[in-house]
T-cell receptor, first 115, second 113 residues
Framework: AQSVTQPDIHITVSEGASLELRCNYS??????LFWYVQSPGQGLQLLLK??????LVQGIKGFEAEFKRSQSSFNLRKPSVHWSDAAEYFC?????????????FGTGTQLKVEL | SAVISQKPSRDICQRGTSLTIQCQVD?????MFWYRQQPGQSLTLIAT?????????ESGFVIDKFPISRPNLTFSTLTVSNMSPEDSSIYLC??????????FGSGTQLSVL
């Protein structure tokens, strides 16, 4: 069965500092990997996704993530955090097309940004 | 992309009653899903809403508790039946668009007293 682990429940960074949110997955085949952000009172927004190809993927809002198969990881990074990045971040893994894109989510990492 | 309208955005309900959540998409989509996010937890897939046929439920979820309708390719409803406080969660509708992106509605915050 597929699973996702986000080991950090809460992270606090200063505005302008770099950010890395960890994500480890377990999946029996080539995974589809996603990062979503959930701002207070809003729905989930897709930041980026990895299906295949270049293991470093660029997303919206200046985020990027690197797929490392050997480590079963898909960590999210941003070189300089803005106060508006404060939100909850979810990593997710999905099946290939035959699975209909049903996703398994991690438990989320709550990001707090100090001014 | 897809614009998803989900309503109500929040509701407070009494134990034993039922609530129907609506999900409207601005384009025809093949696949629609319903997720639940319990307080302090991640999202869990409830079911896949199939157009023209019965929904496909995940382990731990049953049709009697969470009946789902999908009358066409742009609309679905999820009903939370005979509610208890344990049903207090955020319920999210999501859709897959042709480039395989998954979009989510803004969610329905349900509180059961």
């Amino acid at each position: 069965a597929q699973s996702v682990t986000q080991p950090d429940i809460h992270i606090t960074v200063s505005e302008g500092a770099s950010l890395e949110l960890r994500c480890n997955y377990s999946y029996g085949a080539t995974p589809y990997l996603f990062w979503y952000v959930q701002s207070p009172g809003q729905g989930l927004q897709l930041l980026l996704k990895y299906f295949s190809g270049d293991t470093l993927v660029q997303g919206i809002k200046g985020f990027e993530a690197e797929f490392k198969r050997s480590q079963s990881s898909f960590n999210l990074r941003k070189p300089s955090v803005h106060w508006s990045d404060a939100a909850e971040y979810f990593c997710a893994v999905g099946a290939l097309k035959g699975g209909g894109n049903k996703l398994t989510f991690g438990t989320g990492t709550q990001l707090k940004v100090e001014l | 992309s897809a614009v998803i309208s989900q309503k109500p955005s929040r509701d407070i309900c009494q134990r034993g009653t039922s609530l129907t959540i609506q999900c409207q998409v601005d384009s025809q989509v093949t696949m629609m899903f319903w997720y639940r996010q319990q307080p302090g937890q991640s999202l869990t897939l409830i079911a896949t809403a199939n157009q023209g046929s019965e929904a496909t439920y995940e382990s731990g979820f049953v049709i009697d508790k969470f009946p789902i309708s999908r009358p066409n390719l742009t609309f679905s409803t999820l009903t939370v039946s005979n509610m208890s406080p344990e049903d207090s969660s955020i319920y999210l509708c999501s859709v897959v668009v042709p480039n395989e992106k998954l979009f989510f509605g803004s969610g329905t915050q349900l509180s059961v007293l």
